[in-house]
């Protein structure tokens, strides 16, 4: 199985690479964005976010920091440029029921 779960509403992944040449699975489960998390100076982490999470407003601000960082024609992986504990923080919080 490539995916690794482990917490909540937001998923940290890492790929599996195949013992054969050239080989990687690199499938995303439906209802996930992969995202990509970190300061360009700091740790970067790959999370996978439920989408029903992306209309939260906490999300939202971290897209909007992301656009204005990198720009709306981001090519592979959406990056947001935030902590990933702040992030962990964020996604916890948005995720318990209320």
Known sequence: ???????SEAVV???V??????????RVPKGYVPVL????DG???????????????CIGLLLDMAAREY???????LRIP?????????IDAISKPR
């Open 71 to 77: 720009g709306y024609r981001q090519e592979g992986i």
């Open 17 to 26: 690479i195949h013992s054969c040449s050239g080989c990687m699975e690199n």
């Open 37 to 40: 998390v970190g300061r360009e």
């Open 82 to 90: 935030c902590d990933v504990e702040q992030f962990r923080l964020v």
């Open 43 to 57: 740790v970067k982490e790959r999370f996978l976010v439920r989408v029903s999470l992306l209309n939260d407003p």
């Open 1 to 7: 199985m490539p995916w690794r779960r482990k917490k």
């Open 13 to 15: 992944y890492e790929e």
